[in-house]
């Protein structure tokens, strides 16, 4: 079992940008291949945000490409979330997500809302 852990969501004005977090902190972390994000809006099901691959591409929705960037820092088993010029559209839970060659792990999930 591995342990995710998001940080750094919260309330942001449309056109603003913030920084999410996500790290690995406890279990058999080295069996993480890759990590990526998530989101589901109230109502919605979740749906991909960003991602790296197996093969250390990105892929990201088309509702957030120029806008947000994945990044990541394999040393600290992290993976962060760039997002700029948010719409009220973005207002979701963000879910950190990472894939073992057997499993999948979720993070508990950190809100952010756009709002004025």
């Known amino acids: 079992q591995v342990q995710l852990v998001e940080s750094g969501g919260g309330l942001v004005q449309p056109g603003g940008s913030l920084r999410l977090s996500c790290a690995a902190v406890?279990?058999?972390?080295?069996?993480?291949?890759?990590m990526g994000w998530y989101r589901q809006a109230a109502g919605k099901a979740r749906e991909l945000v960003a991602t790296?691959?197996?093969?250390?591409?990105?892929n990201y929705a088309d509702s957030v490409k120029d806008r947000f960037t994945i990044s990541r820092d394999n040393a600290k088993y992290s993976v962060y979330l760039d997002a700029r010029n948010l719409t009220p559209e973005d207002t979701a839970v963000y879910y950190c997500?990472?894939?073992?060659?057997?499993?999948?792990?979720w993070g508990q999930g950190t809100q952010v809302t756009v709002s004025s």
């Open positions: 790296f691959t197996s093969g250390g591409y990105i």
């Open positions: 997500y990472g894939r073992s060659r057997l499993y999948s792990y």
């Open positions: 406890s279990g058999n972390v080295d069996s993480i291949i890759f």
